[in-house]
């Protein structure tokens, strides 16, 4: 019972700071202190949003030093990172290892210069495509079983926390695809669904047993609402936020 209180009053306190946060930098301040609480000394948190697809909205944040900061970028590690890889692939958190980094030495040498030298990871997704990966690193003691045994819940919900948190935010300062998704009818979705499917606007109309103008007329609604040039960006759009 104690460990189960120890793990609620872990979560709730850093749910809440996390939920509550209202900058990058105050989010990010309150998930390296969780890390903190974990005994690890670094933290960094990626993410990708699904749109706009041509320019994905990415979020990179994290305490490593300026030095590794300017050499992952400059040296490309983005490119070959299995962790990267790994984390777009599966949502199974994993530990650094001689062996995940077999193919990718110059980086795992280069971040064992610069202090990075322990390290697990986990990504996260959530229902509007957007995928974010939390990593915790320090630069000694390795990451034991019993560690793990004791940690392993704790760090899998706060990677989901984090994901949920940074969404929010993001959410927050752009607003507009949410709006959209909140406005669009049961009416103009059921089109946009047909129309999926390859549905002309004849054909939708005769399914719907509503006119092929009715059916334009919802159309023109989802665009403006959307934010979309024409209906296969609609339907391309409002399937990434979940509607259909």
């Known amino acids: 019972m104690a460990v189960d209180e120890d793990f609620a009053n872990w979560q709730d306190r850093h749910t809440l700071a ?13 998930l390296s202190g969780a890390a903190r609480d974990l005994g690890f000394d670094h933290c960094a948190y990626g993410m990708r949003a699904r749109l706009p697809l041509s320019n994905p909205k990415v979020v990179l944040l994290n305490n490593y030093s300026k030095a590794w900061q300017r050499r992952y970028h400059d ?4 490119a070959v990172d299995p962790t990267v890889a790994h984390g777009i692939r599966s ?25 990075l030298k322990v390290g ?3 990504s996260s997704y959530n229902a509007q495509g957007a995928v974010g ?14 560690e793990l045994r004791k940690n392993a819940m704790q760090m899998t ?26 406005t669009l009818t049961s009416r103009e979705i059921e089109v946009l669904r047909w129309t999926a499917d390859g549905k002309t606007s004849g054909e939708v109309g005769q399914i719907m047993s509503i006119s092929e103008r009715t059916v334009n007329f919802h159309i023109n609604n989802s665009l403006e609402k959307l934010g979309a040039v024409n209906k296969t960006a609609a339907v391309v759009k409002a399937a990434l936020l979940g509607l259909l």
Not at 18 to 30: P, V
Not at 97 to 112: G, K, Q
């Open 18 to 30: 996390l939920s509550t946060a209202t900058t990058e930098a105050a989010f990010f301040a309150a």
């Open 91 to 115: 949502v199974l958190p994993l530990v650094w290892s001689e062996e995940l980094f077999r193919n990718a030495r110059p980086l795992w040498e280069d971040a064992r210069a610069h202090g």
């Open 157 to 182: 919900v706060l990677a989901q926390l984090a994901h949920a948190g940074m969404s929010e935010l993001i959410n927050n300062r752009r607003g507009t695809d949410q709006a959209a998704a909140a």
């Open 120 to 122: 697990w990871a986990q």
């Open 133 to 146: 990966m939390l990593t915790l690193a320090r630069s000694d003691e390795l990451i034991t079983a019993a």
């Open 75 to 78: 040296q490309h590690y983005l």
